[in-house]
């Protein structure tokens, strides 16, 4: 079979967990992190007689992210149980969704490193709740659960076979995860186990429309292992129909294992699950009123791919740089605040990416200097009272301090000098210290300006006001 | 009664009396424990409650502090629940006072109090008999005299059954009427706590304070709780139903002669008694034993030693662990209920049982509303469809025993309120007579138990 071209289909399963104060169906925090099995109570734990209520917020929560992937959102959907047995899994099911679920049929666009703008199909997206966490290697010879996690509200995101390369599959996650991050309705942070990713692989000799067997890939537990998991089991894949002799891929559930990165079977055990699915009958159908669902619409801010089409035309910024500024909303934000408070856009786009992004980036992410405290220096460098070198200091200085970059600059004496009076002083010392360099320019070297106005520069420590400065030169010269 | 001792009397009077009925096995706390609960709850009460000083045992599968709350299982020997069900905190907060857990078949599955890892509960008034099931316990305790009113709880008859074999009240409220939060799940959509009382009036008021909405069970209606009937001059204006399917050509014959008294007795008050047609009754107990296990066998999946209750292992694997712990602590009856319920949700008989079974279930309820639609306000039907059996009588054929249910299983599967109460003695055995009602309108169903049971004489002469 060596040399058959082979073409990659992947679907994926995103777990999402969405940004609720309090668990699914019980008051108890949802935050992460606590010590174990402190975040507990008599519904999450599934005691005898405990019954679950819904949590408005997540259901809130959940309508909006099926909004913003333009999924159709049913009136009326059913929670179901998802029976099976584990340590984790106090009540010995998860409550979940199966027949009838939220939301059905969306889709999202998102930049293919392939094929430029593609689509994926969002096949259905559901409301569940977490289970908890087994913890194999706290003690010798025996596991540990930690109940924290137990009823953690989650959506599930469910697209069809719809990329062609583990590089789409990242690129949607990435979009995916932008999205979500925007509606508010997720943090989309993996290491804290908020969104996490099942694969469906398959492969098939490329023009034909018959899907491949497909083999489920769990266990991806971070996102930069998404594009390696794929890899490894896409590759395998490929190994086994090359190596021909009748070999074929056998339907299976593999787990990835990060450590090896390699991928192993399932224990045999763990896989066969008859879930028994049937709707939970402590749980009333979700029935959603057409003004609910439109009151979240309501609340859903401008979404990554739009609010960038309107950088680019409200702001004549590129479309290099709107995407830039809209990867992250409080950036966006931000940027649009620092242009209201009077920041010219071009000049505005180029600060943000610049020094606050990098500011950002060593802070925690952290936008450190006011937008209007931006808008200002912007407006002082445009006014020719700062240097853009004195600016990025005042910029560092007010992250750092705080303050009106204004009364920054004076105080650590960046201001400009305009005063002829003072810059007189300094043209006179640079020319007669370079009296070679002045006969040269006389004889038409008129390039030396530059070399005059960088040593005036140097004199005044920065401050010479640069526009003021070359004009002074050249009537010096001149005369 | 607002005198703060007459709690305390209260409780020293409802402690003796369950001493003397202890030989029944109707309650699984010991006298002791009972008496001294008892004394520091009533010492603590607050004179103003409606229930002030009234002592209500509660069946033992619906969450205490003061108690264990085992279910009559052993996988939950000696379980404390961290927390109280709904109902018992508005009864504590009404002034009651708990009498201790009332026996009953394992996890409510059983018709008899036979199915109790603690043993069985006497029929009050012949050992040789059950007294009814699952609120056996319960309703043994109401009929000796120990408790004025208990609660029990009905998934397909469990509180009717046990009060008609008894000789005491039994009210099933509507589904959604009163918070099962709290009640130990064996049937979610079937589940509703009841009340065992003497009279109509006791039980009515116990199901007045513990009815309403509770923002702790989704599916507990937002409603106000019962607002109590008052007892009727007459019944003019009612038109009550007979379901012809409800007394069927074989019925037991002094169960039927009962009834017929009953329906003249109605008649006789003023109602106008009409026969109705239930056509789809022979389903209901085949549909009830598809569903109810189905729901168990998920809601039982939770007793596996893990966390709470026995373990029965040594160091075992955890698959191990699950087997030896639900083997060893289910009882037999559990353990079939929660096979035919795994059975029935199983990939590829899904759609065979569970899905048809809740067809059925909504044609069953078209049954009621096409009834009710033709202007019948009520249903009146026998409860069970004999007195009393013998203890032992039906262990073997798991079929036979749930065939007691066979008048009751309907009212839970369609959820609509219903209540037992005495209308005859056969033999010196207590016979019941039900009254189906509309949803939400226990107030008029009770209105019509009032009136039959001012009519119904006492001891012999109720002989039929």
């Known amino acids: ?479 | 009664m607002t005198d703060p001792t007459e709690a305390l009397a209260s409780a020293r009077a409802a402690a003796d009396r369950l001493v003397k009925v202890k030989r029944l096995n109707a309650s699984l706390t010991p006298p002791k424990e009972t008496r001294k609960s008892l004394l520091q709850q009533a010492a603590a009460v607050h004179p103003s409650g409606v229930l002030y000083g009234m002592a209500v045992a509660v069946k033992d599968n619906i969450c205490t502090l003061e108690f264990t709350t085992t279910c009559g299982s052993k996988i939950l020997e000696g379980y404390r629940s961290p927390y109280e069900a709904t109902a018992v905190a508005r009864l504590k907060a009404a002034g009651a006072l708990i009498a201790g857990k009332t026996n009953c078949d394992e996890f409510a599955m059983g018709s008899s109090t036979e199915h109790s890892a603690y043993g069985r509960t006497q029929h009050p008034t012949d050992k040789t008999r059950v007294p009814g099931g699952s609120s056996g316990g319960s309703a043994a305790l109401v009929a000796a005299g120990a408790v004025p009113a208990a609660l029990g709880s009905e998934t397909g008859g469990s509180v009717r059954q046990p009060a008609a074999f008894c000789g005491v009240v039994g009210i099933k409220p509507t589904y959604g009427r009163v918070s099962r939060y709290g009640l130990v799940a064996f049937g979610s959509s079937l589940d509703q706590i009841g009340v065992l009382g003497r009279s109509v009036h006791d039980a009515a008021r116990v199901l007045s304070v513990i009815s309403g909405r509770d923002p702790r069970d989704a599916t507990c209606e937002d409603r106000d709780s019962l607002r109590l009937p008052t007892v009727p001059e007459s019944l003019q204006g009612f038109v009550i139903g007979i379901p012809k399917e409800y007394f069927p050509p074989d019925l037991d014959a002094a169960v039927r002669r009962a009834c017929d008294r009953a329906i003249r007795w109605l008649k006789e008050l003023g109602a106008a008694v009409r026969e109705v047609s239930l056509p789809h009754t022979p389903y209901a107990v085949p549909t009830y034993y598809i569903l109810a296990p189905a729901e168990a066998s998920s809601n039982l999946a939770r007793y596996d030693g893990a966390r709470y209750g026995p373990r029965f292992d040594g160091h075992l694997d955890v698959r191990a662990l699950y087997r030896r712990t639900r083997g060893e602590g289910f009882g037999p009856e559990v353990r079939r209920r929660i096979l035919v319920g795994t059975y029935v949700l199983s990939s590829g008989y899904y759609d065979a049982y569970y899905r048809k079974a809740q067809q059925m279930r909504a044609l069953l309820a078209q049954d009621f509303r096409n009834v009710f639609d033709r202007g019948v306000d009520l249903l009146f039907t026998p409860t069970t469809p004999s007195p009393a059996f013998k203890a032992g009588e039906k262990l073997a054929d798991p079929v036979a025993m749930y065939l007691s249910d066979i008048f009751t299983v309907t009212a839970n599967l369609v959820g609509l309120p219903a209540v037992s109460l005495p209308i005859g003695r056969v033999k010196g055995l207590p016979l019941g007579g039900q009254f189906i009602g509309q949803a939400f309108l226990e107030d008029e169903m009770l209105e019509a138990a009032y009136a039959l049971e001012r009519v119904v004489p006492a001891g012999a002469a109720a002989e039929v």
């Not at chain 1, 989309?188 to 023009?207: C, F, H, I, P, T």
């Not at chain 1, 990098?358 to 209007?372: G, Y």
């Not at chain 1, 301090?401 to 105080?411: I, K, L, Q, S, Y």
């Open chain 1, 1 to 479: 079979m060596a040399g058959v071209v082979w073409e990659t289909v992947i679907g994926l399963e995103t777990h999402v967990q969405l940004r609720t104060a309090s668990k699914m169906f019980c008051g108890n925090s949802a935050a992460f992190g606590a010590p174990p099995n402190t975040n507990i109570c008599p519904v999450c734990l599934g005691l005898p007689g405990a019954l679950p209520v819904p949590n408005e917020v997540a259901v809130q929560l959940a309508v909006r992210a099926a909004l913003a992937l333009g999924c159709t959102v049913h009136p009326r959907s059913l929670f179901a149980r998802k029976n099976y047995f584990y340590p984790d899994l106090p009540k010995g099911y998860q409550i979940s969704q199966f027949e009838q679920p939220l939301a059905t049929e969306g889709a999202l666009s998102y930049l293919s490193p392939d094929r430029g703008i593609a689509t994926a199909t969002i096949v259905r997206l559901h409301v569940e709740e977490d289970a908890g966490k087994s913890l194999h290697d706290r003690f010798p010879k025996a596991t540990a659960v930690d109940l924290n996690r137990c009823g953690v509200p989650l959506i599930e995101i469910v697209t069809g076979p719809d990329f062609r390369s583990p590089q789409e599959a990242r690129a949607y996650l990435l979009t995916l995860k932008q999205v979500l991050e925007y509606a508010a309705v997720a943090d989309g942070d993996m290491e804290k186990g908020s969104l996490r990713v099942d694969a469906n692989v398959s492969v098939r000799r490329v023009g034909e429309t018959a899907l491949g067997t497909k083999t489920e890939v769990k266990n991806i537990n971070s996102f930069a292992y998404v594009e390696k998991a794929l890899t490894v089991e896409r590759d395998r894949q490929i190994a086994v129909l090359d190596a021909g002799g009748g070999a074929a891929i056998l339907q299976e559930t593999l787990l990835y294992d990060a450590k090896t990165n390699s991928v192993r079977p399932q224990r045999r055990k763990e896989e066969s699950h008859d879930y028994r699915y049937f709707p939970d009958p402590d749980l009333p159908p979700l029935v959603l009123s057409p003004e609910f669902i439109a009151a979240q619409q309501a609340e859903l801010p401008e979404l990554p791919a739009t609010k960038r089409e309107r950088f680019v035309t409200e702001y004549a910024l590129s479309v290099t740089d709107a995407a830039v500024l809209t990867a992250d909303r409080a950036v966006a934000d931000y940027y649009e605040s620092v242009v209201r408070a009077g920041g010219e856009p071009k000049a505005s786009a180029n600060w943000v990416m610049g020094e606050a992004l990098a500011d950002a980036k060593d802070h925690n992410e952290a936008l450190r200097v006011p937008p209007s405290a931006l808008a200002q220096l912007i407006s002082l460098v445009k006014g020719g009272t700062l240097s853009h070198q004195a600016a990025k200091r005042v910029f560092s200085e007010v992250a750092e301090r705080g303050g009106e970059p204004r009364n920054v600059a004076d105080a650590l004496g960046l201001v400009q000098v305009a005063d002829t009076g003072v810059l007189v002083g300094w043209v006179n010392d640079v020319l007669g210290a370079h009296a070679g360099e002045v006969s040269r320019y006389k004889q038409g070297e008129t390039k030396l300006l530059q070399f005059f106005v960088g040593q005036v520069m140097r004199a005044s420590r920065g401050k010479a006001d640069p526009k003021v400065t070359q004009r002074l030169l050249e009537e010096k010269l001149a005369s």
